[in-house]
Structures are given as structure tokens and as C-alpha cells.
T-cell receptor
Framework: SQQGEEDPQALSIQEGENATMNCSYK?????LQWYRQNSGRGLVHLIL?????REKHSGRLRVTLDTSKKSSSLLITASRAADTASYFC???????????FGDGTTLTVKP | NAGVTQTPKFQVLKTGQSMTLQCAQD?????MYWYRQDPGMGLRLIYY???????DKGEVPNGYNVSRLNKREFSLRLESAAPSQTSVYFC????????????FGPGTRLLVL
């Protein structure tokens, strides 16, 4: 299976701290995506990083991709209570745009 | 611009009943998706449509059928619901062929008794 696996399953930090979550996968990929899901809501697409990119930024988010280790990380800097959510990585299946999702990391940011 | 909309938001079915979940997007996107999410887990792809008139099976298609009625609408049908189909169903869309899902609907919570 190409499914990404997030680590840790759960993470609890204080507001202002940084949060890092990781995603590992098994086969070669062209890109990898990160999504956020607030409780009871649909997913929100955060960042797509391509296989020829090593790092990508979006506001307080930093995503890295190491294709040699088949892993990616999502860093949220200066976390806020509003960042409390589940975060998922998604791996493409072939080139058709279909993606498989891991089981996610549940992040809790305490005020 | 409403994005991706889904109806109904919540539904209770008895085993063996049928129903259709509706999804529509107003962003002129080509690709649309149906996922299911079970408690504490990630999303699993049920069906995918790269463009109007085309559909493709995902990871868990058994027990479901889909229709890409036009570019805007992509419906998911359960012909004979089973308790194992109790889940939250998400529809998503993306701009074009080869793009991962970009926008998700709010979800339909389905309970099969």
C-alpha cells in the first residue's frame, strides 16, 4: 500500500510552541499533500510539495520532503489554539489525481 | 461561490434501504471524488471521476455506485445499505486531471441500523 503513515498519532502542546508531525510512505511519489481537518468538518488542503522540492512554506507552516527517506514533515510554528485539528498526509495513486490518506495526527494546542 | 456542497447532512437508514448522496461544486472543476471516513481514521477513496462521463473505482467501491451527472454534480448511491457503511462521507473536487483533491464538502453522516 502507498498509504502515508503519520507520526505521532497524537500531539499535545502549549500555545506558542512549535508542532512537528511526520509522514512516511513506501513507494516513489510525484508529490505529497498535507491537509487539516477540524473536528466535525471537511478537510482543508494545506500544502502540496512535489518530489523535486525539499521544502515549502505557507505562513506558519513549513513542509519538508526527503524522497531518499520516503518521509515528509509538517512544522507549525508559534502554534495557536485554533491550530487544534487533525492533520493528514496524502499520497497519490498513480498519476490520475487519486490520493490515499493516512490515519492522521491529532494536534491539541492548549491556551 | 459555495464551493463543494453535500446533501443531506445527516441520514439514518435501516439495513437494506437505499439512498443517494448528492454532491455539487460551482468552481468548474473537472475532477470529483467520494471518500468515506470511519472514526479515528483517514479517508478512503470510494470512487473518482476525472471528468464528466467518466468514473473510476477507488480503494473501497463495493456496495456503492456513482453517477457523474454533469460537470457540477457527482452522486453516490447505496443500493442496499449495510451497517458496515455507517460512516461520514466526503465529496471533494479539484481543478483537473492529475490534481489531488483540493476542496472538500462538509460531509454527510450516515448511520445504518
Amino acid at each position: 500500500s502507498q498509504q502515508g503513515e503519520e507520526d505521532p498519532q497524537a500531539l499535545s502542546i502549549q500555545e506558542g510552541e512549535n508542532a512537528t508531525m511526520n509522514c512516511s510512505y513506501k513507494t516513489s511519489i510525484n508529490n505529497l499533500q498535507w491537509y487539516r481537518q477540524n473536528s466535525g468538518r471537511g478537510l482543508v488542503h494545506l500544502i502540496l510539495i512535489r518530489s523535486n522540492e525539499r521544502e515549502k512554506h505557507s505562513g506558519r507552516l513549513r513542509v519538508t520532503l526527503d524522497t531518499s527517506k520516503k518521509s515528509s514533515s509538517l512544522l507549525i510554528t508559534a502554534s495557536r489554539a485554533a491550530d487544534t485539528a487533525s492533520y493528514f498526509c496524502a499520497i497519490p495513486i498513480g498519476n490520475a489525481g487519486k490520493s490515499t490518506f493516512g490515519d492522521g495526527t491529532t494536534l491539541t494546542v492548549k491556551p | 461561490n459555495a464551493g463543494v456542497t453535500q446533501t443531506p447532512k445527516f441520514q439514518v437508514l435501516k439495513t437494506g434501504q437505499s439512498m443517494t448522496l448528492q454532491c455539487a461544486q460551482d468552481m468548474n472543476h473537472n475532477s470529483m471524488y467520494w471518500y468515506r471516513q470511519d472514526p479515528g481514521m483517514g479517508l478512503r477513496l470510494i470512487y473518482y471521476s476525472a471528468s464528466e462521463g467518466t468514473t473510476d473505482k477507488g480503494e473501497v467501491p463495493n456496495g456503492y455506485n456513482v453517477s457523474r451527472l454533469n460537470k457540477r454534480e457527482f452522486s453516490l448511491r447505496l443500493e442496499s445499505a449495510a451497517p458496515s457503511q455507517t460512516s461520514v462521507y466526503f465529496c471533494a473536487s479539484s481543478e483537473g486531471f492529475g490534481y489531488p483533491p483540493q476542496y472538500f464538502g462538509p460531509g454527510t453522516r450516515l448511520l445504518v441500523l
